[in-house]
């Protein structure tokens, strides 16, 4: 068993999803089982929103893939602006890392901003 603090620090550059608007962006993110999904406030009005948010997983191996979804918050229907896959056996080894990763649409493409990301992981002794 192992824990794992995520913290979404900032974006920049958020594709425009609303014509006449700014992005209302939050976050949500995950691993493959999607059983422990958490999600950032939303900023409103800003295609360069600040959250400074962390959150704590349990985390079992086994998940290695963390996933991070870009939203759009609209009335409606929110949008997706683009998605992160981070794979995690690099932050095992090394325990921390804190980068900025590029959004990447269902596309292929990855123009639609960047995500400023501190990951901490932790072996626990149980």
């Given amino acids: ?3 794992l603090e995520v913290t979404i620090i900032e974006g920049r550059n ?3 999803k ?3 608007s700014q992005n209302d962006a939050f976050i949500e993110i995950y691993f493959d089982d999607k059983k422990q999904k958490q999600k950032t406030n939303v900023i ?3 295609n360069n929103p600040i959250w400074n948010q962390s959150f704590v997983f349990n985390h079992l191996r086994g998940q290695d893939t963390l996933h991070i979804d870009v939203y ?3 009335t409606f229907n ?3 602006i683009g998605f992160i896959h981070i794979d995690l056996h690099d932050l095992y080894n090394k325990g ?3 980068d900025w990763f590029y959004i990447e649409d269902n596309h ?3 123009s639609c901003g960047q995500i400023h990301i501190s990951l901490y992981y932790q072996q626990l002794n149980i």
Wanted: charged letters at 35%; hydrophobic letters at 30%.
């Fill in 1 to 3: 068993m192992a824990q």
């Fill in 14 to 16: 958020l594709i425009k």
């Fill in 18 to 20: 609303d014509k006449f």
């Fill in 44 to 46: 409103k009005n800003s």
């Fill in 72 to 74: 759009d918050q609209d």
């Fill in 78 to 80: 929110n949008q997706l």
């Fill in 96 to 98: 921390h890392i804190d």
């Fill in 108 to 110: 292929g493409n990855k």
